[in-house]
């Protein structure tokens, strides 16, 4: 149990280092906008809660959907194995001696992953952040 748990949350923090890269591109994108926003007054914490929320939502979302279609998968794992050996004519686990695939869904499990998901895919927003944070707006605006 203790090995799936960290599995799984290595699984989530390869996915959040797509979060990471995406929100690093949209600030190098989107630098002569923040620069007009500090410009205009915005201080340098306003902008960093702008990406912070930004890739906090991107977060919540992933797991949201990504918990919702495992519960799904997990609850139905067997007919979903049936179904592909009608489908395929085929036994996908004769091999194993094995007649059906059995799932145990544990809510306890869900919310741990949930948790490590939510918490990862926040801490992924904070570099992003921080170098928006730090756009000069004469610097980033010279070259607009």
């Known amino acids: 149990k203790t090995m799936m748990t960290l599995l799984l949350s290595f699984i989530v923090a390869v996915a959040a280092f797509n979060i990471i890269s995406s929100q690093v591109m949209l600030v190098t994108e989107k630098r002569g906008n923040i620069a007009v926003l500090r410009t205009l007054g915005a201080s340098p914490g306003t902008i960093m809660r702008i990406f912070m929320v930004q890739g906090t939502l991107i977060g ?12 799904l998968l997990a609850t139905n794992v067997s007919n979903i194995a049936e179904w592909v050996e009608r489908t395929f004519n085929t036994r996908l686990f004769d091999a194993y001696f094995v007649n059906y695939l059995p799932s145990e869904l544990q809510w306890s499990d869900v919310g741990t992953i949930v948790g490590i998901a939510l918490f990862i895919s926040f801490s992924a927003t ?3 952040s921080w170098r928006a944070s730090r756009v000069q707006p004469a610097e980033a605006l010279r070259y607009e």
């Open 60 to 71: 919540v979302a992933g797991t949201l959907l990504g918990t919702v279609l495992g519960v």
């Open 126 to 128: 904070l570099y992003p």
